[in-house]
């Protein structure tokens, strides 16, 4: 997101200076500390330095906007097709803050600060009109010649042919308003255009680790349609955070898991992602796939994690959780605009990006040095297991899930890994 207004230039400047810090020597000791493994270490500087470029270019781009009030550049013009861009370009290049504005068009400052947010979308022509006079912008429009042939309608969505069960579901759940009696052209039809609306809400096609470069099947049809709804539901409950994600704070991480000890651990770290500017979306997969989780990025740069719930089970939500804000805080600025899809977790993947979210989820949940060295690693017993957990002030299914996972034996401990603690959570409460 640019930088568009002097109270998120302030912001800016500070999380640059948080992120060289982190980048520095200090930077390299929080690293030890923290008991991050190298590859998860080296993802995370290149994710600092990718992040702090971007603001560093932000700030100049800022900086040079508020500096251009030579009668010659202003003569220049603006270059922007964005026409509520414009106006909030125009402003900066006046010099004026959102309060001055507001002021001069005889409106709250709340008001100015609304339209900015949405880019001017609701915004009357005639208050549109009066805006661009009060910041001395004029628009010239033309008439270019015109060829229905290159400018044709807007076409149809390409139609997606759903699979009929997974079609019923979808009707089920009331995702997209399907006619009983409508059919099967009409309700693909309406179901690409509702793919295609939650497509705008990101940058790109996620990478699915299952079947990268693969042609889409049910599977894949099914997937996009659950990417849809996650990133949707994700847009809406868009006010409802009360913070913003700031990639070189991950100290908090640990006491995310400590939220684990409690019997609605999973409810807490939904609230406490959102106070860290991350929002958790629950949505059960759709039939045919076996999708765990998802990590991805609104247009407004929000991480956001889909969890499916596919296994109602207390260790596999901390994993799949922790796998999946590897990803945010790993790969923030060189994949997560796109997004990842990740199903069957509790199998091996070799992809890097993938290696370095299941080291990352790992780590944070038991650092490789204190669990190496834990008679807990070879335990037999519960008491083992739990004892241990206690003293890590973690939930004993984190444990058990590590053990099952370390010795490929899901057999064992099952009455540890917290089955059926998960789900109705969140699905009872309509989440």
């Known amino acids: 997101m640019p930088i568009l207004n002097h109270r998120d230039y302030r912001t800016a400047r500070a999380q640059i200076a948080h992120l060289t810090r982190a980048l520095g020597p200090d930077g390299v000791i929080a690293n030890i500390t923290a008991h991050l493994p190298a590859d998860v270490a080296a993802a995370r500087q290149q994710a600092l330095r990718a992040e ?158 299952k079947s990268a470069g693969a042609k889409p099947d049910e599977a894949e049809k099914a997937l996009m349609a659950w990417r849809a709804r996650v990133l949707r539901t994700a847009a809406e409950q868009r006010g409802q955070m009360k913070g913003k994600f700031n990639i070189a704070d991950s100290g908090w991480v640990k006491n995310l898991i400590a939220l684990s000890i409690y019997p609605d651990g999973p409810l807490r770290a939904a609230e406490m992602l959102r106070s860290k500017g991350i929002l958790l979306v629950i949505e059960p997969q759709l039939l045919h796939t076996l999708l765990d989780g998802a990590a991805l990025l609104l247009l407004d740069a929000v991480p956001v994690i889909g969890l499916t719930l596919r296994h109602d089970r207390l260790d596999n939500f901390w994993y799949t959780l922790l796998h999946e804000l590897g990803h945010v805080f790993l790969h923030f600025n060189h994949g997560l605009e796109v997004g990842f899809l990740d199903d069957d977790l509790e199998g091996s993947s070799t992809e890097k990006a993938e290696m370095e979210a299941d080291s990352f989820a790992q780590s944070q949940l038991l650092p490789d040095e204190i669990w190496n060295v834990s008679p807990a690693r070879f335990a037999k017993s519960a008491a083992l297991i739990s004892s241990f957990a206690q003293s890590r002030n973690i939930h004993p299914a984190i444990v058990a899930g590590r053990i099952r996972k370390d010795r490929n034996d899901y057999r064992i401990f099952s009455d540890l890994v917290g089955r059926g603690q998960v789900r109705h959570l969140f699905l009872d409460r309509g989440a």
């Open 52 to 209: 702090l470029e971007r603001l560093q270019a932000d700030l100049a781009a800022y900086e040079k906007l508020r500096g251009n009030q030579s009668e010659a550049e202003a003569d220049a013009g603006l270059d922007v097709d964005d026409l509520g861009l414009l106006l909030i370009i125009g402003r900066i290049a006046r010099r004026l803050s959102q309060r001055e504005l507001a002021e001069r068009l005889e409106m709250k400052e709340q008001q100015v600060q609304r339209y900015e947010h949405e880019r001017y979308a609701g915004i009357s022509l005639a208050r549109y009109q009066r805006t661009l006079e009060v910041l001395g912008i004029e628009l010239q429009p033309r008439l270019l010649p015109w060829d229905e042939s290159v400018h044709p309608r807007r076409a149809e969505p390409t139609l997606i042919e759903i699979p009929a069960d997974v079609l019923g579901e979808i009707r089920k759940r009331g995702w997209v308003d399907l006619p009983a009696r409508s059919g099967r052209d009409e309700a693909s039809r309406r179901i690409a255009l509702y793919i295609e609306e939650g497509a705008q809400l990101a940058k790109g096609k996620p990478f699915h680790r």
